[in-house]
T-cell receptor
Framework: GAGVSQSPSNKVTEKGKDVELRCDPI?????LYWYRQSLGQGLEFLIY????????KSGLPSDRFSAERTGGSVSTLTIQRTQQEDSAVYLC?????????????FGPGTRLTVT | AQSVTQLGSHVSVSEGALVLLRCNYS??????LFWYVQYPNQGLQLLLK??????LVKGINGFEAEFKKSETSFHLTKPSAHMSDAAEYFC????????????FGSGTRLQVQP
């Protein structure tokens, strides 16, 4: 079956611009996660959505970062007024409702470069 | 706070040799433990997981890992390395506190020499 998909695969933007990154989770998965992978910081959790519950935003690094999940499916991560330190690969993952939802399936990521 | 330590950022083995990638976690309660593999320019693929039950878990591609509570370790092994195993490997943990975000180790890059 189809895995987690993310778009775009690559994004180059100028410092100060806003960007939107999209994630399509595996159909039927109720949980969705965003992570960031950068050379300096490794893999970091950003935000977690579970069903209709309020999202866990505890990993967002600043108020320039926000995310939403529409209809319990597709998610968009928005970074406002991008900075060079935002350059990273942004990974999305989803989990099924069974088995406690502990297995996370990752998409290929969006590589963001801020110039 | 939960943390994960992977000993050795780079490991090199010969094709056919044993692969051993080390992972230790800090936790006062048994967490849920995972190994993921990342091939160049790809996302993370789940190799195996430990949640409850048998402490020796088998995963894909011939990998296995053993949860040792007394040593707070979850080392990854494979009896015989293949060239195709060259990748970066991440150990990760979810503490059983209801917060389901993965905390990752810093990763170990495995090189396989012919």
């Amino acid at each position: 079956g189809a895995g987690v998909s993310q778009s775009p695969s690559n994004k180059v933007t100028e410092k100060g611009k806003d960007v939107e990154l999209r994630c399509d989770p595996i159909s039927g998965h109720t949980a969705l996660y965003w992570y960031r992978q950068s050379l300096g910081q490794g893999l970091e959790f950003l935000i977690y959505f579970q069903g209709n519950s309020a999202p866990d935003k505890s990993g967002l690094p600043s108020d320039r970062f926000s995310a939403e999940r529409t209809g319990g499916s597709v998610s968009t991560l928005t970074i406002q007024r991008t900075q060079q330190e935002d350059s990273a690969v942004y990974l999305c993952a989803s989990s099924p409702p069974s088995g406690g939802g502990y297995e996370q399936y990752f998409g290929p990521g969006t590589r963001l470069t801020v110039t | 706070a939960q943390s994960v330590t992977q000993l050795g950022s780079h490991v090199s083995v010969s094709e056919g040799a044993l692969v051993l990638l080390r992972c230790n976690y800090s936790s006062s309660v048994p967490p849920y433990l995972f190994w993921y593999v990342q091939y160049p320019n790809q996302g993370l693929q789940l190799l195996l997981k430990y949640t409850t039950g048998a402490t020796l878990v088998k995963g894909i591609n011939g990998f296995e890992a053993e949860f040792k509570k007394s040593e707070t370790s979850f080392h990854l092994t494979k009896p015989s390395a293949h060239m195709s195993d060259a990748a970066e490997y991440f150990c990760a943990v979810i503490p059983d506190t209801g917060r389901r975000a993965l905390t990752f180790g810093s990763g170990t890059r495995l090189q396989v020499q012919p």
